[in-house]
């Protein structure tokens, strides 16, 4: 239904004055990009990640660039169920608004194998983290949408979805052959998620999608590795797409009119493509919701909850 922009750029002109944006991992990276755009735009732009100097350094240099004050950073550990809970509650208590939710924030190579909440970390940061606090903060996302303007979740995923595996009776395996693997899970995880909560959204004015920037030169994938370092720095990255090209797709889908009127679609290269057929079995997204709430240890009630506003 919508013309593939080649070019890949959010041509999108809409101004942003009055509207609250997150951007998990709005510090660094493609994050940073988006952040810089929706200040340039007039937006509240709180911007979230576990490293307070990156954080502070981010915000300084977005209200430096842009002249926007209405920049915030707050601490936000993707990796610990407790700081998405204090993070959440936060915004909710302070916030009046949400008109977009960008989970942006992931981490390619692992750090510890398990997180303190037991489970893998990646995992955790990429996929289970987003899930919690996207859930968490339903309740002012359905309260800003409105008909014809409603407010709009995206969920960053990759192409590398396509090697991705669920294994329901181990989500949180660690020794994978190729470490690649968990992030393909990760990202393969959040295709079934957003199919899920579109139509748990049905008859509500929020809209939830993924995006999948493509390849793009950012400091992701680096691992302690010097050769595997030197080949990123030196010849790969400059093959891939620079962090303010590989923004555009989200900017997209969090901008465009048309991309404001789908839910649970798959967005790359500014327009509409497919995941993998087996991302979309409605059998699995179920399976996949009852053990997300499981593992990031919601109870019925606090579901419940999330959606009674709608
Ligand atoms: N770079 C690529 O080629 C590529 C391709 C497809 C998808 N993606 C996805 O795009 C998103 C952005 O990646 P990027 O390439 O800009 O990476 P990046 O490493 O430049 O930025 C990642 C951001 O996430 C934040 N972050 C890291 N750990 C966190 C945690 N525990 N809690 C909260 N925030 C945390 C970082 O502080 C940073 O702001 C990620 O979800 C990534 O998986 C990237």
Known sequence: IHQKNTNAVCLSRRRLEGKTIIVTGGTAGMGLEMAVDFANRGARVIIACPFEDEGKNARNLIIQQTENQNIVFKLLNLAS???????????????????VLINNAGVGAPRD???????????????????????LLLPLLIKTGKPGEPSRILLTTSVLHRIGQMDFKNMNKTDYWYKIQIYGNSKLCLIPFASELSKRLEGSHVVVNNVDPGAVGT????????LLGFF?????????KTPWQGAQTALYAALDKKAGEVSGAYFRNCGLTRAVNRAYCEKTAKILWEESVRLV??????VE???QSL
């Open 113 to 135: 194998k398990l997180t303190q909440d037991g489970l893998n970390f990646i995992m955790q940061v990429n996929y289970y983290g987003a899930f919690l606090l996207t859930l």
């Open 81 to 99: 169920l407790k700081s998405v809970r204090q993070f959440a509650a936060d915004i909710l208590k302070n916030e009046d608004r949400l008109d």
């Open 297 to 302: 240890q919601l109870t019925n009630e606090e």
């Open 232 to 240: 990123l720095r030196n010849i790969i990255l400059n093959l891939f």
């Open 305 to 307: 909850q999330c959606f």
């Open 219 to 226: 400091r992701i994938f680096e691992s302690g590795s010097k």
